[in-house]
């Protein structure tokens, strides 16, 4: 939720920021803007509502020089998506200029004591409260100082910065230049990611890993209350209320092909097609033939521990929370072990009673998520043991957890989880064998799940063949206001997805409903105008999904129907029918997504929606 970059070194630096926040842009894009300070020192700052390409346009009109720069791409919290709003900010008489993400709940007092000291605020935002605040710090700090900056470069910077965040209440990921001392970037985090770049006499700061891409491929990952303090040639990491911290630079995982779009119209599709690969990325190297089950290198926990887990709790949002109850029916059906399946915003509020046999689970594609976060963290103070389901190598749910699991499916840009989804499926699906193996699942039983999980991204490559067919459909039914959704037992979460999906890109109102359910309400909805998209392939419930269809086409009701290849009895009552390849009932629904994500997609297409930026949504939601 808003993305930041920063550089300063020898280059161009809207070079690297318009790039930069190219690549950030799914973090939000209702408006964006970047600052730049020449070599005179003197700061300039180019804003524009909308996206991206709109800041690119002005730049490209009234183009901005210097070495040194922040930028941002926004999804505004407070005020709205006005050019007035967008970052930077800048503080008292262009003293400071800052970049922003997070929300900062204090504004209203700290805004009403600094226009009495006679700050005048020119935005709705909560941000612009930090900008004055850190000027009326560093006025406070150059008049009280004893420190001098030749001890201690920018001691005085420091000092000042560090004073302006202890008053804040909230979370920030933060980037300010200072118009006195113009080579100089100071980064601070709590609770908003931040990353550094290390280059040759030069350095980056992003929200996130991608834009540094084909710049670096050396990466210091920030933690919540540092301050790094940042010059073409030096980094210092600081604690904010403590001395310097050594910080340890990793090797980036990003390569730039990564995070282009390949040829394909949108990420989303792009990332759709990824799957047959990033399947085989989530279990590469943790299926072991020999003991028939699962290995895992990070969850760090003993034997003992794991043998001790009596409960489990799975927490995400969204499309991660859908991977979640796949999750629960997964690992309740092979394992054994009692699973609940809890939205995060709601468990970090609540106060679930504590069994020292409980094990937490936050699953999230960014790891940034605020609420999953705070959940994660709530567990933690309870003295419940938690670990991450998690993509975005580094991220705050990676690094506050005791432990985990990362399911290298490569950077996700499409706002609509795609291949997330997937592999955090595949993921859960392997931590079911794994934990049902340390039960009661037999060897034999082991080896056919894991002959199963094998042949699984060839089936989905072959599911990836529906796209015709679902484009076809989608010309059918693109002018529906309305969808339902309905599947059962594995195939329930599907449902719940495949709505999302439709509802995130294309703006039609649909549910996702367990097939049987929907006789307790939904079923008031149909009509001929309505489509049901059944996902029903062969199993145990296959009959009763069956009957589910005939009281939809009783009622007048079009039918879809996900079907495995070969079924004609679905096909004689569905209006129309999208068949992928037989597998295993417990892999099915990752099979079936794909048709479901493809529908979605053509749907959106056919609409004339942003597909990769769907309104009011943002990829990374880092605000309660
Ligand atoms: C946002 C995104 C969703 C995502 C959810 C959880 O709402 O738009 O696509 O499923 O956040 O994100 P996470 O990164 O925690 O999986």
């Given at each position: 939720?808003?993305?930041i970059?920063?550089?300063?070194?020898?280059?161009?630096?809207?070079?690297f920021?318009?790039?930069g926040?190219?690549?950030?842009?799914?973090?939000?894009?209702?408006?964006?803007?970047v600052?730049?300070?020449?070599?005179?020192?003197?700061?300039?700052?180019?804003?524009?509502?909308?996206?991206?390409?709109?800041?690119?346009?002005?730049?490209?009109?009234?183009?901005?020089?210097?070495?040194?720069?922040?930028?941002?791409?926004?999804?505004?919290?407070?005020?709205?998506?006005?050019?007035?709003?967008?970052?930077?900010?800048?503080?008292?008489?262009?003293?400071?200029?800052?970049?922003?993400?997070?929300?900062?709940?204090?504004?209203?007092?700290?805004?009403?004591?600094?226009?009495?000291?006679?700050?005048?605020?020119?935005?709705?935002?909560?941000?612009?409260?930090?900008?004055?605040?850190?000027?009326?710090?560093?006025?406070?700090?150059?008049?009280?100082?004893?420190?001098?900056?030749?001890?201690?470069?920018?001691?005085?910077?420091?000092?000042?910065?560090?004073?302006?965040?202890?008053?804040?209440?909230?979370?920030?990921?933060?980037?300010?230049?200072?118009?006195?001392h113009?080579?100089?970037?100071?980064?601070?985090?709590?609770?908003?990611?931040?990353v550094?770049?290390?280059?040759?006499?030069?350095?980056?700061?992003?929200?996130?890993?991608?834009?540094?891409?084909?710049?670096?491929?050396?990466?210091?990952?920030?933690?919540?209350?540092?301050?790094?303090?940042?010059?073409?040639?030096?980094?210092?990491?600081?604690?904010?209320?403590?001395g310097?911290?050594?910080?340890?630079?990793?090797?980036?995982?990003?390569?730039?092909?990564?995070?282009?779009?390949?040829?394909?119209?949108?990420?989303?599709?792009?990332?759709?097609?990824?799957?047959p690969?990033?399947?085989?990325?989530?279990m590469?190297?943790?299926?072991?033939?020999?003991?028939?089950?699962?290995?895992?290198g990070?969850?760090?926990?003993?034997?003992?521990?794991?043998?001790?887990?009596?409960?489990?709790?799975?927490?995400?949002?969204?499309t991660?929370?859908?991977?979640?109850?796949?999750?629960?029916?997964?690992?309740?059906?092979?394992?054994?072990?009692?699973?609940?399946?809890?939205?995060?915003?709601?468990?970090?509020?609540?106060?679930?009673?504590?069994?020292?046999?409980?094990?937490?689970?936050?699953?999230?594609?960014?790891?940034?998520?605020?609420?999953?976060?705070?959940?994660?963290?709530?567990?933690?103070?309870?003295?419940?043991?938690?670990?991450?389901?998690?993509?975005?190598?580094?991220?705050?749910?990676?690094?506050?957890?005791?432990?985990?699991?990362?399911?290298?499916?490569?950077?996700?840009?499409?706002?609509?989880?795609?291949?997330?989804?997937?592999?955090?499926?595949?993921?859960?699906?392997?931590?079911?064998?794994y934990f049902?193996?340390?039960?009661?699942?037999?060897?034999?039983?082991?080896?056919r799940?894991?002959?199963?999980?094998?042949?699984?991204?060839?089936?989905?490559?072959?599911?990836?063949?529906?796209?015709?067919?679902?484009?076809?459909i989608?010309?059918?039914?693109?002018?529906?206001?309305?969808?339902?959704?309905?599947?059962?037992?594995?195939?329930?979460?599907?449902?719940?997805?495949?709505?999302?999906?439709?509802?995130?890109?294309?703006y039609?109102?649909?549910?996702?409903?367990?097939?049987?359910?929907?006789?307790?309400?939904?079923?008031?909805?149909?009509?001929?105008?309505?489509?049901?998209?059944?996902?029903?392939?062969?199993?145990?419930?296959?009959?009763?999904?069956?009957?589910?269809?005939?009281?939809?086409?009783?009622?007048?009701?079009?039918?879809?129907?996900?079907?495995?290849?070969?079924?004609?009895?679905?096909?004689?009552?569905?209006?129309?029918?999208?068949?992928?390849?037989?597998?295993?009932?417990?892999?099915?629904?990752?099979?079936?997504?794909?048709?479901?994500?493809?529908?979605?997609?053509?749907?959106?297409?056919?609409r004339?929606?942003?597909?990769?930026?769907?309104?009011?949504?943002?990829?990374?939601?880092?605000?309660?």
């Amino acid at each position: 939720m808003c993305g930041i970059v920063g550089y300063v070194g020898h280059r161009e630096a809207c070079e690297f920021l318009l790039d930069g926040l190219r690549r950030l842009e799914y973090r939000g894009y209702d408006s964006a803007g970047v600052a730049i300070t020449d070599q005179a020192g003197d700061v300039s700052i180019c804003k524009t509502a909308g996206r991206i390409e709109r800041l690119a346009s002005a730049l490209a009109s009234s183009p901005l020089q210097g070495s040194i720069g922040i930028g941002h791409t926004r999804w505004a919290t407070h005020g709205p998506p006005t050019e007035g709003n967008a970052h930077p900010h800048i503080g008292g008489e262009r003293v400071v200029t800052i970049c922003h993400n997070g929300v900062i709940e204090n504004f209203q007092e700290l805004k009403a004591r600094l226009e009495t000291e006679g700050y005048v605020f020119q935005s709705a935002t909560d941000t612009e409260v930090i900008a004055h605040l850190i000027t009326d710090c560093l006025e406070k700090e150059s008049s009280e100082s004893k420190v001098s900056d030749s001890v201690a470069p920018y001691a005085s910077l420091v000092t000042a910065v560090k004073a302006a965040l202890s008053q804040l209440r909230g979370t920030y990921g933060l980037v300010v230049m200072f118009r006195d001392h113009p080579g100089v970037i100071i980064a601070a985090r709590l609770g908003s990611p931040l990353v550094l770049g290390i280059g040759d006499d030069e350095h980056f700061v992003a929200s996130d890993a991608s834009p540094l891409a084909g710049y670096t491929d050396k990466i210091v990952y920030l933690s919540d209350h540092q301050v790094a303090v940042i010059t073409a040639d030096s980094v210092r990491v600081t604690h904010r209320d403590h001395g310097e911290v050594r910080h340890s630079v990793e090797n980036l995982q990003v390569d730039a092909t990564d995070v282009d779009l390949a040829g394909y119209p949108h990420y989303m599709l792009k990332e759709i097609f990824e799957q047959p690969e990033s399947i085989k990325n989530a279990m590469r190297g943790r299926l072991c033939e020999d003991d028939a089950t699962a290995m895992f290198g990070g969850l760090n926990l003993t034997p003992q521990q794991l043998g001790s887990v009596n409960r489990i709790i799975l927490t995400a949002c969204g499309t991660s929370w859908h991977a979640a109850l796949l999750g629960e029916y997964l690992i309740e059906e092979f394992a054994r072990i009692p699973v609940e399946v809890e939205y995060a915003s709601e468990l970090r509020y609540r106060n679930p009673p504590v069994d020292p046999g409980t094990l937490v689970f936050a699953i999230s594609q960014s790891g940034e998520t605020a609420d999953t976060l705070g959940a994660i963290r709530e567990m933690k103070r309870k003295g419940h043991r938690t670990l991450a389901i998690c993509n975005t190598v580094g991220s705050s749910i990676a690094q506050e957890a005791d432990g985990g699991i990362y399911l290298h499916a490569g950077p996700e840009i499409g706002v609509a989880s795609t291949k997330a989804y997937t592999s955090q499926c595949m993921v859960l699906s392997l931590l079911a064998l794994y934990f049902g193996r340390m039960r009661h699942l037999s060897f034999d039983a082991g080896m056919r799940i894991i002959n199963e999980f094998h042949a699984l991204p060839s089936k989905v490559r072959a599911a990836l063949q529906t796209d015709e067919e679902s484009k076809r459909i989608a010309a059918k039914y693109s002018g529906a206001n309305n969808f339902l959704y309905l599947g059962r037992q594995y195939n329930f979460p599907t449902a719940l997805e495949g709505a999302l999906k439709l509802k995130e890109i294309s703006y039609i109102h649909a549910e996702g409903y367990p097939a049987a359910e929907m006789k307790h309400g939904p079923i008031a909805l149909v009509d001929e105008a309505t489509p049901s998209v059944f996902i029903v392939p062969q199993g145990f419930v296959y009959e009763k999904v069956l009957a589910n269809i005939e009281e939809v086409k009783a009622r007048g009701g079009p039918v879809i129907a996900i079907v495995e290849h070969g079924d004609t009895r679905v096909a004689a009552l569905a209006d129309d029918v999208i068949s992928v390849p037989s597998v295993a009932e417990f892999v099915q629904p990752i099979v079936s997504a794909i048709p479901l994500q493809l529908l979605s997609y053509h749907i959106a297409l056919m609409r004339g929606c942003d597909i990769d930026k769907p309104r009011n949504l943002a990829k990374s939601v880092t605000v309660e």
